[in-house]
């Protein structure tokens, strides 16, 4: 009967070169390379409750100052920021305004996410003359602000992605133009990768996670038509992050909730929601949403954060 060799551990000249079984990646994370980065924080485990009476709610006013939340109370923060290009509900404000107010947002969220909380944000770059690549300076932004990123996932919209026929100089070098077929989502924690789950379950199936850890996800964009809403995302994607990133009974948060789609991934999964928008037409869009997606599916409310 042949002795089964004993794997012993590897080092590897670069990290994330094949043979990373058991792979000691100290050497790595001790490197100049990592010597000026954020590192995780010792801190005790801090959770405190969101009031009942703001559970499962969307509250009209803006998330610069979320006063109904209480500090390190929510669990994940999923969330489209308004993309300050004309539509209907942005407003006109340079880069520099606009990233100094989705910084205030941000901040408010790292003040309520519980310690080793996530923050995921969906995004997607601008123009070509020049290219604004809104994805890297919200990664400078976060980091600036002490969340550590955990990485960045590439939504290929597929066939739905970029139907325009903008091709700059077509069948020529001249000047031909790049049409996007994705957006990103950014993921980051607060203080520490690690959560623990403090009793509650995953519902995250095995299928599930093999898929959701890769770092592209195909899924089809929303109809704008459809929802109501001038730029949902699909359900799928909150729902994707909330399976991921959240234990059942947990409290989900988008700062610019629109027509509803985290509420109703929350719903779905047996999660709590908070939700905020200036907009009352799209408040009550998403309201409305969320009950006709519950009464739909017969899924009551959750009233008691397990």
Known sequence: MALKQKRNGTKTSAFGSPGRINHDSTPFYTSRLYKELSKE????????????????KIFCKTSENMVELPDNSIHLMVTSPPYNVGKEYDEELTLSEYRAFLKRVWSEVKRVLVPGGRACINIANLGRKP???????????????GFLMRGEIIWNKAS?????TAWGSWLSAKNPTLRDIHEYILVFSKNVFKRENHGRRSTISREEFLEF????????????????????????????????????GEVVLDPFMGSGQTAIAAVKTKRHYVGYDINKEYVRLAERRIEQFSMKFNTPKLFELN
């Open 41 to 56: 924080e010792i801190v005790k485990y801090t959770e405190n409750p969101v009031p009942l009476e703001f559970l499962d």
């Open 131 to 145: 290219y604004i690549p809104l994805h890297a300076f919200i990664v400078e932004d976060m980091l600036d602000l």
């Open 160 to 164: 739905s992605g970029s139907p325009s």
């Open 213 to 248: 850890t890769k770092s592209v996800w195909t899924f089809s964009a929303e109809s704008a038509t459809k929802i109501g809403h001038p730029a949902p995302f699909p359900v799928e994607l909150p729902y994707t992050l909330i399976q991921l990133y959240t234990f059942e």
